[in-house]
């Protein structure tokens, strides 16, 4: 990240702080809380203290015009409804004075509204992507919650489909104007990369179009099931962060878990745990099972697109190695898709 870039992301950090300064006061008994920068990424995060009881929330900044107000809305619909219908453990939306859970805030001189969502805190500690073995045992489980997110989907297939959220799907992932940017705008991007990722894109998407979009393939998902929106505590995993959740192919969850390790040696024993866990759930068809490499490979580019186009410590850490590390599996899926045509 270059100097000139650091201080604007300093900038716009500040920006995110005075805003979370002003919205707890939005909330009962938090004006006297303290306010502390826990992550900045597509939104600022924040862990809010009570400073009577020491109770422990967290706040989410939400950058304007990455999500609408009503696409928020729909979140926090799907949210409850998971915490009410199902067993999976969530972080709830908390309601403002008001009433509502949606509070929004304009700093002066400053036209930009930003909507602010106070969350329930959840104990637990994020799954370590280094830890081989422990990782496989989560993944079974996170396989099992995965279903149950699209069970539920399903059941409430009409109620949800009314609810305005983002669509992830070809287009909008590796299309003309792809929502996170373009795969060949990332860093460390050559000639030979951008033939050689071409080659995969167009091999994705008749997949994906014989694949289908039928309410059993394709539905409301979370979308960024990856290990820092994980919590493990006494051998259950908890769910945080519904910020991506939106309309895509289930299987896609499952290449969100993966992020950022696609390339990692024991990724296979991961997807198997996962299936392992599905399959306690939810049925899974081998046909289902032969496309797995097909969404990893597409949230792969996605993510090669977002580091590009995103400043932050995240991109800043993974930067054009990530990129590098991609050819390999590039080669390895364009192998895979002429054996399972």
């Known amino acids: 990240m270059s100097h000139s870039s650091t201080e604007l992301w300093k900038d716009h950090v500040e920006v995110f702080n005075q805003v979370a300064k002003h919205v707890v006061h939005s909330y009962s008994n938090l004006s006297q809380a303290t306010v502390d920068l826990l992550n900045y990424s597509e939104n600022a995060t924040y862990l809010v203290t009570n400073a009577s009881n020491a109770e422990k929330f967290i706040l989410r900044v939400c950058r304007p015009g990455y999500h609408t107000k009503t696409e928020i809305e729909g979140e926090v619909h799907w949210i409850s409804s998971i915490y009410k219908d199902t067993s999976v453990e969530v972080s709830l939306p908390v309601a403002g004075k008001n009433g509502e859970y949606i509070q929004t805030v304009q700093l002066e001189n400053d036209p930009k509204e930003y909507c602010c969502v106070l969350f329930t805190y959840l104990e637990g500690v994020t799954p370590d992507a280094n830890n081989e073995r422990e990782l ?40 003309e104007q792809p929502i996170w940017g373009r795969w060949q705008d990332g860093v460390a991007i050559t ?89 306690k759930v939810r049925k899974l068809i081998k046909e289902e099972e032969q496309e797995i490499p097909t969404f990893i490979m597409m949230r792969r580019l996605q993510l090669i697109a977002w580091i590009g186009s995103r400043e932050n410590e995240t991109t800043r850490e993974l930067g054009g190695e990530y990129t590098v590390q991609t050819d390999f599996l590039a080669r390895q899926y364009l192998e895979y898709s002429k054996r399972f045509s």
């Open 136 to 175: 496989v045992k989560q993944f079974e489980l996170i396989g099992e919650i995965s279903a149950h997110f699209h069970q539920h989907a399903i059941d409430n297939w009409d109620t949800f489909n009314e609810i305005k959220r983002p669509t992830w799907d070809y287009e909008t992932i590796l299309g």
């Open 191 to 279: 000639p030979e990369r951008i033939e050689l990722f071409q080659k995969v894109a167009d091999t994705i998407k008749p997949r994906l179009e014989r694949f289908g979009k039928d309410p059993h393939h394709f539905g409301l998902i979370h979308a960024d099931l990856r290990n820092t929106n994980l919590l493990v505590k006494d051998e259950q995993v908890k769910v945080i962060d519904f910020d991506d959740s939106g309309f895509g192919w289930y299987l896609f969850d499952l290449a969100s878990s993966l992020t950022f390790i696609e390339h990692k040696p024991y990724v296979p024993d991961l997807v198997q745990a996962w299936i392992k866990g599905y399959r």
